[in-house]
């Protein structure tokens, strides 16, 4: 099992940065595959970007060159580091987790972290 607990939200101004950090419990971690998601107020949750456990990459085209997944396992942590940051941006960020690297394209990951609120505004 994983559990995971996100960090890293907050407020800024648009054309800044933020780096949010995901810290997943669970010996299995180098394995998983990781991701993050993003839900707007009164929208879908969508996908932003996933990481394999041999840390191949998948971006949504909003996270394309903006965007960086990334993963620390000695650290059992998953990193997204935003920059250009819009209002559009504005959402709660979810890590997910999941042993098949599909299931996090496809909003299937087994594992889901509380959320952190990420506000870009002037």
């Known amino acids: 099992q994983a559990q995971l607990v996100e960090s890293g939200g907050g407020l800024v101004q648009p054309g800044e940065s933020l780096r949010l950090s995901c810290a997943a419990s669970g010996r299995l971690f180098s394995i998983y595959a990781m991701g993050w998601y993003r839900q707007a107020p009164g929208k879908q949750r969508e996908f932003v970007a996933s990481i394999s456990s041999s840390s191949i990459t998948n971006y949504a085209d909003s996270a394309k060159g903006r965007f960086t997944i990334s993963r620390d396992n000695a650290k059992n942590s998953v990193y997204l580091e935003m920059n250009s940051l819009k209002a559009e941006d504005t959402a709660v960020y979810y890590c997910?987790?999941?042993?098949?690297?599909?299931?996090?394209?496809?909003?299937?990951?087994?594992?889901w972290g509380q959320g952190t609120q990420v506000t870009v505004s002037s």
């Open positions: 997910a987790a999941d042993p098949a690297f599909a299931s996090l394209r496809a909003g299937t990951a087994g594992y």
